[in-house]
């Protein structure tokens, strides 16, 4: 079949380069997406020209100009011949999952370096709880998901079990424990929501800074990573309880180990809001036939629905205040030498 300056004949994607033909084998391709032109110099263009850009497993990378019809044929017929393939381009959006609002691809976010993460790789997510037989299928034969490490506490974890599929490691890693909850995730939400009595955003900064200031916390952090370091095969899944916190922590520590730009990160722990808007719509119209929703009630509700930005920064503000950088931070608390950081990034870059 020929696509543009491409064809593919025998299981190989032929092209020419530098006068010679080229024989690329479909099975050592790792990733193929769209992408098209966009803006030039800061100045906006009419969006003209599509590309088919292939990685391989060799993170060789290489754009092809063609039709977005053909790139769509071309991608089809790419997957059929490796199923393995990873396709798309995510940037960090949502799964988008029947009854899991707050799953995220972090695939295709891009590094200081100008590298990007491979998608269908790293997911971070909220409880899996109440995650539907569709959803488990999509996580399972699109994601090819391998393993999920939960943050949550054992009390947690007892009263709202993960769905347990087949094939999948689970791996508990308790960012907290029990005694240190404060606002705990047990009992219903509206009991909790009602009976919390602590000023909600003098709980969360204090909350936000004990994830790196106290060592129980520091070293789950540091297994976290770990665990990803060790990871071989499929998409590796974690999460908390609403998938804001704890996981939203731990995935800044993670990307700033990868290397993600500081507004990047910040970009990403704020879509939270946009994905949990709905559920807090619905807890407050629940809350309305049960109790008066006043403005301190909303202060709660939104305490477990919402993030904000000053949250992220009391951490990255914490590190720096004890440790300098995020960089000795990794090193000193995360025990994560250069050679492991390396490590890491080769595993989930490209």
Avoid at 139 to 156: G, P, S, W
Avoid at 304 to 328: A, M, N, S
Wanted: aromatic content about 8%.
């Amino acid at each position: 079949m020929k696509y543009g300056k491409i064809r593919i004949e025998d299981g190989n994607l032929i092209f020419a380069k530098h006068m010679m033909m080229n024989y690329l084998p479909c099975r050592d391709i790792l990733w193929a997406y769209k992408r098209r032109e966009g803006v030039e110099g800061g100045v906006q263009k009419q969006i003209s020209t599509s590309y088919l850009v292939i990685v391989t497993r060799r993170r060789k990378r290489y754009k092809f100009d063609m039709t977005e019809h053909e790139i769509s044929d071309c991608i089809q017929l790419l997957k059929a011949l490796n199923p393995g393939i990873v396709t798309g381009f995510p940037k960090g959006s949502r799964i988008h999952l029947k009854s899991l609002p707050n799953t995220r691809d972090l695939g295709a976010l891009s590094t200081e370096d100008g590298r990007l993460i491979l998608p269908k790789r790293l997911i971070r997510s909220g409880s899996l709880y109440h995650a539907s037989l569709s959803d488990q299928d999509v996580l399972q034969n699109e994601y090819h998901l391998k393993e999920v490490i939960d943050f949550r506490t054992k009390a947690e974890i007892l009263e709202k079990p993960d769905i347990v599929m087949e094939g999948v490691k689970y791996t508990e890693i308790p960012i907290l424990d029990d005694e240190t909850m404060g606002i705990s995730q047990s009992g219903s939400l509206p009991e909790m929501i009602i009976k919390f009595d602590q000023v909600p955003d003098t709980y969360i900064h204090k909350q936000y800074r004990n994830f790196i200031r106290d060592p129980f916390c520091v070293k789950q952090y540091a297994l976290f990573i770990d665990t990803l370091l060790h990871h071989e095969e499929g998409a590796v899944l974690w999460h908390c309880s609403a998938g804001k916190d704890r996981a939203g922590v731990g995935t800044a520590i993670l990307l700033s180990a990868l290397g993600v730009p500081r507004k990047t990160i910040r970009e990403d722990f704020l879509k939270t809001n946009l994905y949990m808007e709905e559920e807090m719509q619905h807890m407050v119209r629940y809350l309305e036939t049960m109790t008066i929703v006043d403005s301190s009630i909303m202060d709660k509700v939104r305490l477990l629905y919402k993030v904000k930005g000053e949250y992220l920064d009391t951490v990255f503000e914490t590190i720096e205040e004890d440790y300098g950088t995020v960089e000795r931070f990794l090193k000193k608390a995360l025990y994560l030498t250069p050679k492991a950081i390396e490590a890491l990034r080769n595993k989930y870059l490209v």
